[in-house]
């Protein structure tokens, strides 16, 4: 005999652009109810923040500095035979010993972490009332005193990243000046990003895009 499996859906509400609830949008109960997992978060934070790092710092070593390799002293009768050459690290403008390579900082997580982080992450944003779902948002001009405007009629608090499906050009241009606003496609929202603002805007169709993700 089968059971039927019924999924759970947890319900957040919507509101349009004058912050009217305008519906609801359904979230399964097993991303919501995902508990926070600090250390897999930090990780996947770490990784982030470590690939942002270019690693294109670079010291010459003895081998690379431009120096004649020629003997210094002569053998006999000055007490310094063994200096070596110009090249040598003891040397004024000789090569550095240990100093800093050229090398990647990237860290390899597995996807299962990865995809963990950001739903622990996410749900613990719903848990501290960090998400609000717009049914739309829908910008006729790109001026940044509208948009200014528009975010103030939800009594935000700082730090706010807005999660589009496709940035539009006047989203983009009128954000820009804003430096507590942050502008993201689903595609592009990541642990840190979630973490770092406070409130976090998706657009319905967003939303449902992103929690896509957890499903594969």
């Given at each position: 005999?089968?059971?039927?499996?019924?999924?759970?859906?947890?319900?957040?509400?919507?509101?349009?652009?004058?912050?009217?609830?305008?519906?609801?949008?359904?979230?399964?109960?097993?991303?919501?109810?995902?508990?926070?997992?600090?250390?897999?978060?930090?990780?996947?934070?770490?990784?982030?923040?470590?690939?942002?790092?270019?690693?294109?710092?670079?010291?010459?070593?003895?081998?690379?500095?431009?120096?004649?390799?020629?003997?210094?002293?002569?053998?006999?009768?000055?007490?310094?035979?063994?200096?070596?050459?110009?090249?040598?690290?003891?040397?004024?403008?000789?090569?550095?010993?240990?100093?800093?390579?050229?090398?990647?900082?990237?860290?390899?997580?597995?996807?299962?972490?990865?995809?963990?982080?950001?739903?622990?992450?996410?749900?613990?944003?719903?848990?501290?009332?960090?998400?609000?779902?717009?049914?739309?948002?829908?910008?006729?001009?790109?001026?940044?005193?509208?948009?200014?405007?528009?975010?103030?009629?939800?009594?935000?608090?700082?730090?706010?990243?807005?999660?589009?499906?496709?940035?539009?050009?006047?989203?983009?241009?009128?954000?820009?000046?804003?430096?507590?606003?942050?502008?993201?496609?689903?595609?592009?929202?990541?642990?840190?990003?979630?973490?770092r603002n406070n409130k976090v805007i998706f657009t319905k169709k967003a939303l449902e895009s992103f929690v896509e993700r957890f499903s594969k």
């Amino acid at each position: 005999m089968q059971l039927n499996k019924r999924a759970f859906m947890a319900k957040l509400k919507t509101v349009d652009q004058k912050n009217k609830a305008s519906g609801n949008v359904e979230i399964d109960d097993s991303i919501t109810d995902t508990p926070y997992h600090k250390h897999v978060v930090s990780e996947v934070v770490r990784q982030f923040l470590a690939s942002k790092q270019q690693g294109t710092h670079s010291t010459k070593n003895r081998s690379e500095v431009a120096y004649s390799t020629r003997k210094l002293y002569r053998q006999k009768g000055t007490g310094s035979a063994r200096s070596g050459s110009a090249k040598s690290p003891l040397r004024r403008h000789g090569g550095t010993i240990f100093g800093p390579q050229f090398r990647s900082h990237s860290i390899r997580l597995n996807k299962k972490t990865r995809l963990l982080a950001a739903k622990s992450a996410f749900a613990e944003k719903i848990r501290q009332d960090g998400v609000m779902v717009l049914d739309k948002l829908e910008l006729n001009d790109n001026k940044t005193k509208n948009l200014k405007s528009l975010l103030s009629t939800f009594d935000l608090p700082s730090k706010v990243l807005i999660v589009t499906d496709q940035i539009s050009d006047n989203l983009r241009l009128a954000s820009r000046n804003l430096h507590d606003v942050h502008v993201l496609s689903h595609r592009s929202l990541n642990v840190y990003e979630i973490m770092r603002n406070n409130k976090v805007i998706f657009t319905k169709k967003a939303l449902e895009s992103f929690v896509e993700r957890f499903s594969k």
